[in-house]
């Protein structure tokens, strides 16, 4: 599950970081494609799958920050 739980979080950064509306559009129909894989594959709810990596994504990015930067980022 950690390849696939890691795949999704870098999936969702990808759209939450687009330049653009379109460029949204289309990573974020990647991130929905491969959470309905992840969640078939694993026999699990789509949504409560999503609301998993959704609440998981902020704890990730401050473990995925470089040297020098708070750890407490995002946390106000």
Known sequence: MKSDLERLLKAMEDFRQAANSQED????AIYLGELERVAAARKLDK???DRVVTRYYPRWVRANLPPGFPKNLGLD
């Open 25 to 28: 559009t289309r990573l974020r």
């Open 47 to 49: 949504e409560t799958l």
